[in-house]
Nanobody
Framework: QVQLVESGGGLVQPGGSLTLSCAAS????????MGWYRQAPGKPRELVAR???????NYADSVKGRFTISRDNAKNTVYLQMNSLRPEDTAVYYC???????????????WGQGTQVTVSS
């Protein structure tokens, strides 16, 4: 059993910063990708950023230059540093991870419970 626990959401003024974190725990043999999606009211869930093996990363065009994803592989944790936040960044942010429970099992995708980020004055 694997769990992803997120923290760090909240209310922030435009131009402000927040850092989200997501820790994976449970039966973990290896982790491939870890990343973040978000979903605003009435909109589909969209990829924000993801990290592959702690090296290569990619970002949504809307957050490039403002958000930074990083990983602590020793702690099975992924972070999302969000700077220069805008009202349009308001959404529920979901952590995800592709995890292999054992050496001979297929990787599965797990999701966190979601954390609300609200950017408003």
């Amino acid at each position: 059993q694997v769990q992803l626990v997120e923290s760090g959401g909240g209310l922030v003024q435009p131009g402000g910063s927040l850092t989200l974190s997501c820790a994976a725990s449970g039966t973990i043999f290896s982790i491939n990708a870890m990343g973040w999606y978000r979903q605003a009211p009435g909109k589909p869930r969209e990829l924000v950023a993801r990290s592959f093996g702690g090296r290569s990363t990619n970002y949504a065009d809307s957050v490039k230059g403002r958000f930074t994803i990083s990983r602590d592989n020793a702690k099975n944790t992924v972070y999302l540093q969000m700077n220069s936040l805008r009202p349009e960044d308001t959404a529920v942010y979901y952590c995800y991870s592709e995890i292999r429970a054992d050496y001979d099992t297929a990787k599965e995708t797990y999701w966190g419970q979601g954390t609300q980020v609200t950017v408003s004055s």
